[in-house]
């Protein structure tokens, strides 16, 4: 899935596809209620069921995002302060922010778009905190196996909400468990997991089909 580019090496010619386009998925998702494709994003507010289509792809991407992979997880990620407020403000991307290392325990979870220290009942932090983040990332700077399984499991909930055709919904939901397989696999690969060095509980959600 993915656009054909041609190149001409000598008499050979070669092609390469690129990743998964955010206009790729919205047509792919269009395609499971045989909705004829738009030829651009500029497009999409002209067409109602692209509209509902981008807005579900998105919902799709955040949901599956937050549970958290190696590609979106920035590992002791320094959260200061700020000088004057002592409050310490998160990433408007963040989707979890979790205290590591020394800092583990201090009890900081996140309240709108700042930490809030559960233990003092208090926004005010004297110190920096180191954190593991999970951001959200847009389509276009998600790999490949997560692009892939984002825009089955989006095509599969707009059909089911569009349509609700039981034969289509049973279809898709089959090439939604492969894309999904596929992501845990890039996943065990892309973060070195393995049963000796990997939290077991992880460990058995990457390999278990």
């Known amino acids: 899935m993915g656009v054909p580019l041609f190149f001409i090496f000598g008499d050979y010619m070669t092609t390469v596809t690129t990743p998964t386009s955010e206009l790729e998925a919205i047509n792919t998702i269009l395609?499971?209620?045989?909705?004829?494709?738009?030829?651009?994003?500029?497009?999409?507010?002209?067409?109602?069921?692209a509209i509902t289509a981008q807005s579900i792809l998105s919902e799709t991407s955040r949901q599956v995002q937050t549970k958290g992979?190696?590609?979106?997880?920035?590992?002791?990620?320094?959260?200061?302060?700020?000088?004057?407020?002592?409050?310490?403000?998160?990433?408007t991307n963040a989707?979890?922010?979790?205290?590591?290392?020394?800092?583990?325990?201090v009890d900081a979870v996140q309240r709108g778009g700042r930490l809030y220290d559960r233990k003092n009942h208090t926004y005010q932090f004297g110190k920096s905190i180191k954190c593991d983040l999970v951001i959200l990332l847009p389509f276009d700077q998600?790999?490949?196996?997560?692009?892939?399984?984002?825009?089955?499991?989006?095509?599969?909930?707009?059909?089911s909400r569009t349509?609700?055709?039981e034969a289509l919904y049973e279809f898709t939901a089959l090439d939604e468990k492969d894309a999904l397989l596929d992501?845990?696999?890039?996943?065990?690969?892309?973060?070195?997991?393995?049963?000796?060095?990997?939290?077991?509980?992880?460990?058995?959600?990457?390999?278990?089909?």
């Open 183 to 209: 992501l845990k696999r890039n996943e065990g690969i892309t973060g070195d997991y393995n049963i000796l060095r990997s939290n077991p509980t992880v460990f058995r959600s990457l390999i278990r089909e």
């Open 31 to 49: 395609s499971v209620i045989g909705e004829s494709p738009i030829s651009s994003l500029s497009d999409i507010s002209s067409v109602a069921d």
């Open 69 to 91: 992979w190696h590609f979106n997880t920035e590992k002791d990620f320094e959260l200061s302060p700020e000088t004057y407020s002592k409050e310490i403000i998160v990433p």
């Open 142 to 159: 998600l790999p490949q196996a997560a692009r892939h399984y984002v825009t089955i499991k989006a095509a599969r909930i707009f059909q």
């Open 163 to 165: 349509v609700g055709s």
């Open 95 to 105: 989707l979890r922010v979790d205290p590591m290392g020394a800092d583990s325990e």
